[in-house]
């Protein structure tokens, strides 16, 4: 008795003393802030619940965006006992035993299991091969987060056996909702100012919003009874924080693209580096710097995607600060790289037609093939397999009848950009290898 006594003081205390974010934590699913696509009116988890068919899942996105209190809220809707492994810290022998206690659970009080494994990537091979006769016959309801892309972390199995869910960072509403929460929660008035920068520097992760929050307010409090939390405490919270307003933000990462499209190193250079000082967000200019690979060089130097995605990996295998290095790499290769838009127009020009033009369908001879009786409705019926021709390519049409002769990439005459012809004049032995025949369709 003294001992659950003692449990329970030792728990309220905990509640009362827990970081911001802990209590904070949502209890239902209406509590969820952002992620409507998935814990919204319409959202396909709160489907899942209401229908009382919560499957086996994969939860992937970034960090702070909810994948833990998602699974915990989903295994309250269910009824279910709530089983936490950390994939950090746990091995096989811990999830061998939490599927016997699940096997135990289910005979003994008829209750079922939510096994919840955080960072599920970084699970071994054999590891995650422990868990997959628990979640095919249905012993356990398996739900795993993870911040990698599953499709190359997660083994081929388990991934076959769960339903996966994409959580997206929060967006500014969904940062400013909360933030008022935790403003409600601490006690303290927030300078309009200094709430931009808060939502500004939480780059889409409610976890990083309400620690600077919290560290914030503490500081503000230190100044009297009546503190407000203003841009000067802010800032003085961590390398997080942005020393600049939501505006300069803005501003200064539209000057790192316009100086990159303008293939002015320095300049590129300089506003990187006033972001980073700045305490800008690695991975938020890691995307950008990806987008604007495909966006404004793409196929006149295909190797600068690769140049920006690698140093987008670098920074998530390193950090800063040395992962400023790759970063500025990447900035100079595609400040120097040729620059061509035409992907991006091409792109533009094909959505325009899906969605504003005709309603098409897959010509017959290109329809899949891979079935029993799609021979016999006339499914591949005049297909030329291009690699049966010594020249690697057959004249075929491949768009819909509706949409034939229409013409949505174009080369440009810059880098490396190849035409769509170029090597079909080669292939056919015409001779026409010179500069205007290789830019033919676009210079």
Not at 36 to 57: I, T, Y
Not at 114 to 130: A, G, I, M, N, P
Not at 278 to 300: C, K, N, Q, T
Not at 316 to 335: I, N, Y
Request: a negative charge.
């Amino acid at each position: 008795m003294t001992g659950g006594l003692f449990d329970q003081a030792a728990a309220a205390r905990l509640e009362d003393d827990a970081p911001l974010a802990a209590r904070l934590r949502p209890r239902t699913l209406d509590e969820v802030v952002g992620q409507p696509h998935l814990v919204g009116p319409d959202g396909a988890l709160r489907a899942l619940c209401a229908e009382g068919r919560l499957v086996s899942l994969l939860l992937w996105g970034p960090a702070g965006t909810g994948k833990t209190t998602i699974a915990r809220l989903l295994a309250d809707a269910a009824s279910m006992r709530f089983v936490a492994l950390s994939a950090t810290s746990a091995g096989v022998k811990d999830a061998r035993e939490a599927i016997e206690q699940a096997s135990r659970a289910l005979g003994e009080q008829g209750r079922r299991t939510l096994l919840f494994v955080d960072e599920v990537h970084r699970f071994s091979t054999v590891q995650q091969d422990v868990l997959l006769p628990a979640v095919e016959d249905g012993l356990v309801t398996f739900v795993g987060a993870t911040t990698e892309n599953p499709f190359f972390e997660v083994n081929a199995p388990l991934l076959s056996r769960t339903t996966l869910f994409r959580l997206l960072p929060l967006d500014e509403p969904a940062l400013r909702a909360l933030l008022s929460r935790g403003v409600a929660a601490e006690g303290i008035a927030v300078d309009p100012d200094a709430a931009d920068l808060v939502v500004a520097a939480a780059d889409g992760d409610a976890r990083a919003l309400l620690g600077t929050l919290e560290v914030a307010a503490a500081l503000a409090r230190t100044r009297g009874a009546a503190a407000v939390i203003a841009q000067d405490v802010v800032r003085a919270r961590d390398g997080r924080v942005l020393h600049q307003g939501r505006d300069e933000h803005y501003d200064q990462v539209s000057a790192l693209i316009k100086s990159v499209r303008g293939s002015d190193p320095d300049a590129a250079l300089y506003w990187l580096a006033r972001m980073l000082e700045a305490g800008e967000s690695p991975r938020f200019v890691a995307r950008r710097l990806v987008i604007l690979a495909s966006e404004d060089v793409g196929m006149a130097d295909p190797s600068a995607l690769l140049v920006a995605t690698a140093a987008a990996s670098a920074v998530e295998l390193v950090g800063l600060p040395e992962a400023q290095l790759a970063l500025a790499q990447a900035t100079v290769h595609l400040a120097l790289a040729p620059k061509s838009n035409r992907v991006t127009a091409a792109l533009g020009a094909a959505q325009h037609d899906v969605r504003e033009g005709p309603h098409t369908d897959v010509p017959a001879h290109l329809r899949g093939t891979g079935y029993r009786g799609a021979a016999v409705i006339g499914h591949g019926e005049g297909y030329r397999y291009p690699h049966d021709d010594p020249r690697g390519w057959v004249e075929q049409q491949y768009l819909p009848d509706e949409l034939v002769g229409r013409t949505y990439w174009t080369a440009s005459s810059h880098g490396q950009e190849p035409t769509r012809d170029a090597w079909r004049h080669r292939a056919r032995g015409d001779g026409a290898d010179d500069e205007q025949g290789s830019r033919g369709d676009g210079a």
